[in-house]
C-alpha cells in the first residue's frame, strides 16, 4: 500500500480547516434551573362540577424555550380526593391553566411539577379541597373568598355585587363562572363601624344600591348597634368595570320600626322580639332579610322579616313593612315613615330574600325563620307586588345540599317560558369538606364559598 505524500497531507490540512468547527451539544449546565409559581397556593373543588376555580401556573427556564417546558402533577397526598390524573394543565406558554377534577370530599397536596430541558425541574404545592357533588350541578357556580354569601345585586354585563353576613365586604362576581371576586370593597371605616354589620339585604334603584344590616341582635341575644345600619352605594361601570363609591347611611331604622309598631299596639311585637337576650332567629324574633322596593316606586320600600311569622306560630304569615319614604333616610335627618303592613301565606315560611325586575315582577326567596340546619324547608315564590295578590309557589327548592338559600340574584321576565333566575347559598355554617370545620372558620379564604344555581322560573 502506497503512504499518502507530504503534498497530500498538507492539502488535507488545508481543506479541515477551510471547514467551520461543528458545535459541541448543549450541556444540561447550560439550561437553568426551572421556575414556577401558582397564583394560588390554595384551590377549591366539588366532585361533579361544572367550571371550577382554575389556578394559573407560570414558568420559565433561562436558556429554554417555554414551549419546552412541561407541567403536570407528580404526587398526590391523598388519591381519594384527587389522583395526578385528576389534574389538567393547559397552554403552552409561559402561563399555564391548572384545574383539577374531584374524585371525592376532602383536602389533598397536589405536587406541581415542571420539567425543563437538561431534565431539570422544579415543584410547587397546591392545596386542594373537594366538597361534595350537589343537585343541578350542571347548574351550579361557587363564589370564592367567602362562605356567608346573604345578598346579591346584579351590577350588569352577567357580574353581581355579593354581600357578606360575616363581614363588611363587598364582593364583584363573574355570576357564569365559578371563582375568587374580581374587586372587592369595605367601608366600614368610613361607616364608623368596627363590627359586622350583618348585611342580609338590598335593593338597587338607577345607580343607587341600597344595603341594610338585619337590624336584629346577635345569636346570644346580644344588642349590636352596627347591626343596625342601612348604608347605600353609588355604582358606576357595569360588569367587570363596576366600581362602588359610598354614599349615606342611616342607623335609626331599628329604632324606627320598635317606635312604630309600639305606636300600633305592639301588633308585631318588636320590641320584645329586639329585647337585650332576645335571639333573633325565633317565630317571634326581631330579624330582617328582605328589601325591594314597591311596584312602580323610587321611594317605597318593601322591609322583609325572616322573624316575627304573623301570627307567631307554625303556619304564619310572612311580614313586609313599607317605609314609605326609604329614599330619605341614608345620609338624611329623618326618621323613617311606614305605609300598611302587609303579610303574605308563603306555606308557613318567612322572607330570606325579595327581588322584582323593570316589570314589577317579584320573586321571593322563603325559608324557616329558625336557625337550624339547612334541612328545613326552602320554597320559591313569585308576586305582584301588590298588598291584595296572593303569592305563588314557583317551586320547591333543594335542600339536601349545604347551604341555605339566602339571595336570588335579578329576576327574568317571567313570562316567557324558560326563563332562569339565579340564586345563591350561604355556606358559612355548612361542613364542605368532611372535617367537622364550619366553612366560615376555615382558614383558608380560597377554600370558603358559596353557591349558585340557575333554576328555571318562567
Given amino acids: 500500500m502506497s503512504r499518502p505524500s507530504s503534498l497530500g497531507l498538507a492539502a488535507a490540512a488545508l481543506l479541515l480547516a477551510a471547514v467551520p468547527a461543528l458545535a459541541a451539544p448543549a450541556s444540561a449546565a447550560s439550561y437553568g434551573t426551572p421556575v414556577i409559581s401558582l397564583s394560588a397556593s390554595y384551590l377549591s373543588g366539588a366532585v361533579g362540577a361544572t367550571g371550577d376555580p382554575t389556578v394559573t401556573v407560570t414558568v420559565s427556564q433561562s436558556g429554554a424555550d417555554v414551549s419546552a417546558l412541561t407541567v403536570a402533577a407528580s404526587a398526590t397526598s391523598k388519591s381519594s380526593v384527587a389522583k395526578t390524573t385528576d389534574v389538567t394543565v393547559a397552554g403552552t406558554t409561559g402561563t399555564r391553566t391548572l384545574t383539577v377534577a374531584a374524585r371525592g370530599v376532602g383536602y389533598t397536596d397536589l405536587t406541581v411539577k415542571v420539567t425543563g430541558l437538561g431534565g431539570k425541574t422544579a415543584t410547587k404545592t397546591l392545596h386542594y379541597a ?67 354589620i350583618d348585611i342580609e339585604a338590598a335593593g338597587r334603584v338607577g345607580n343607587t344600591i341600597y344595603w341594610l344590616g338585619s337590624l336584629g341582635n346577635n345569636k346570644d341575644g346580644e344588642v349590636k348597634a352596627d347591626r343596625a345600619t342601612l348604608f347605600t352605594t353609588t355604582i358606576t361601570g357595569s360588569g367587570a368595570t363596576t366600581q362602588l363609591t359610598l354614599g349615606g347611611s342611616y342607623k335609626g331604622l331599628r329604632a324606627d320600626l320598635i317606635a312604630w309598631d309600639k305606636a300600633n299596639g305592639n301588633r308585631y311585637g318588636f320590641a320584645a322580639g329586639a329585647a337585650a337576650g332576645e335571639i333573633p332567629k325565633q317565630i317571634d324574633g326581631f330579624n330582617v332579610e328582605g328589601l325591594e ?166
Avoid: C, M
Fill in 130 to 196: 373537594a366538597s361534595a357533588a350537589v343537585q343541578h350541578a350542571v347548574d351550579a357556580r361557587y363564589l370564592t373568598g367567602s362562605s356567608d354569601a346573604s345578598a346579591a345585586v346584579d351590577a350588569g354585563g352577567g357580574y353581581a355585587v355579593v354581600a357578606d353576613d360575616e363581614s363588611n365586604v363587598l364582593r364583584l362576581y363573574d355570576r357564569s363562572r365559578s371563582g375568587a371576586p374580581v374587586r372587592t370593597w369595605d367601608f366600614s371605616s368610613s361607616l364608623g363601624v368596627s363590627k359586622e
Fill in 293 to 458: 322596593f314597591a311596584p312602580g316606586s323610587t321611594t317605597t320600600a318593601y322591609v322583609g322579616f325572616r322573624a316575627p311569622l304573623v301570627p307567631p306560630a307554625n303556619g304564619g304569615k310572612a311580614l313586609l313593612v313599607p317605609v314609605t319614604n326609604f329614599d330619605q333616610l341614608a345620609g338624611g335627618s329623618v326618621h323613617a315613615t311606614f305605609g300598611t303592613p302587609i303579610t303574605l301565606d308563603l306555606g308557613g315560611l318567612s322572607i330570606r330574600d325579595i327581588r322584582k325586575n323593570a316589570a314589577d315582577q317579584y320573586l321571593i326567596v322563603a325559608g324557616s325563620w329558625a336557625a337550624d340546619d339547612n334541612s328545613d324547608p326552602y320554597a320559591l315564590y313569585r308576586w305582584t307586588g301588590r298588598p291584595a295578590d296572593a303569592p305563588v309557589k314557583v317551586l320547591d327548592l333543594p335542600t339536601s345540599d349545604a347551604g341555605g338559600w339566602e339571595a336570588v340574584v335579578d329576576v327574568p321576565d317571567l313570562t316567557v317560558p324558560g326563563a332562569r333566575a339565579q340564586l345563591i347559598t350561604d355556606d358559612g355554617s355548612a361542613d364542605l369538606y368532611g372535617d367537622g370545620t364550619e366553612a366560615k372558620d376555615l382558614t383558608h379564604a380560597e377554600w370558603k364559598k358559596s353557591r349558585t344555581t340557575w333554576f328555571t322560573v318562567g
